[in-house]
């Protein structure tokens, strides 16, 4: 079962979303992922999205969306994990769907997807997530940290 995450849940996301930050080598501080979380839960332009088995926590979802000038509104899923033990029985696909919904119904024009090279290596996201829909649109995600205390 997928539903909408509420302020009840953040203890079953924070744990889901630290284990996936640690699986995948992400450097984000569990204190950190909790606070996020529990910010993004009450945002009107976010979706965060729990699966369930048998009342336990198997996976996750987080959309949020941004205006823009090319798509008026877009929506991005920004993390998406599902315990090893329930991967491959139709999880990950019931959370993208969920989140397709919720972005249409939201106003969105698209929905977008970070795939990471690792992450793509490991579990072959982007055949995965064009199997869904998405396309790849030829461009590069590029950051610049603005709390690491360097200036450029």
Request: one cysteine or more; charged letters at 25%; aromatic letters at 6%.
């Amino acid at each position: 079962m997928v539903r909408g995450a509420g302020a009840a849940d953040i203890d079953q996301l924070a744990a889901l979303a630290a284990r996936f930050y640690a699986e995948e080598g992400f450097a984000t501080p569990p204190e950190s992922i909790r606070a996020n979380l529990a910010m993004l839960i009450h945002s009107s332009a976010a979706r965060v999205l729990l699966a369930e088995s048998e009342g336990r926590a198997v996976a996750f979802a987080v959309a949020t969306s941004t205006p823009g000038l090319e798509h008026n509104l877009v929506a991005e899923l920004q993390d998406l994990y599902v315990l090893p033990e329930h991967r491959s029985h139709g999880v990950a696909a019931m959370l993208v769907d969920e989140v397709m919904s919720w972005a249409r119904a939201y106003g969105c024009e698209v929905v977008d997807v970070v795939v990471d090279a690792a992450g793509d290596t490991r579990h072959a996201l982007t055949d995965w997530y064009r199997r869904r829909g998405f396309h790849d649109q030829g461009r590069r995600l590029l950051s610049a940290s603005l709390s690491d205390g360097r200036s450029r």
